[in-house]
């Protein structure tokens, strides 16, 4: 066989095996994330610290929730929410910095991990 013909052949075979890892992963990673989002927060803290980074606007359901103030939370981003949190445990309201960092996820079961590990919350809070 000639050597060219080889080559060829080899790079061929490699650019379809890549192109397949490449689907295959495209393909399982964000199946895997639909199937656990429950993992992707496996704390309240961790829901906490995403929130305090979330910046794009709530979704529509979201916009109704009523804020431990009385106002519905409109267009309130997760890091606006968390901002308010961090405000209210300085000044030493801790129940009212849960409930405000509570609402920043929309998840029931994110709500729950925050309240659940509302310690760690606080403290995180407080920094």
């Given at each position: 066989m000639n050597m060219t013909i080889v080559k060829f052949r080899i790079s061929a075979y490699l650019r379809t095996v890549q192109v397949s890892t490449t689907r295959t992963f495209a393909i399982c990673i964000p199946a895997l994330v639909m199937l656990f989002p429950a993992a992707s927060h496996a704390?309240?803290?961790?829901?906490?610290?995403?929130?305090?980074?979330?910046?794009?606007?709530?979704?529509?359901?979201?916009?109704?929730?009523?804020?431990?103030?009385?106002?519905?939370?409109?267009?309130?981003?997760?890091a606006t929410l968390i901002r308010v949190a961090k405000e209210k445990a300085k000044e030493g309201k801790d129940a009212e910095a849960i409930q405000w960092a509570v609402l920043c996820q929309f998840e029931a079961t994110e709500q729950e991990a925050i309240k659940r590990d509302s310690a760690a919350v606080l403290q995180y809070l407080k920094q």
């Open positions: 704390d309240g803290l961790s829901a906490v610290k995403a929130c305090e980074t979330d910046t794009s606007p709530p979704e529509e359901l979201a916009r109704l929730t009523i804020l431990p103030n009385g106002e519905t939370r409109g267009s309130d981003t997760a």
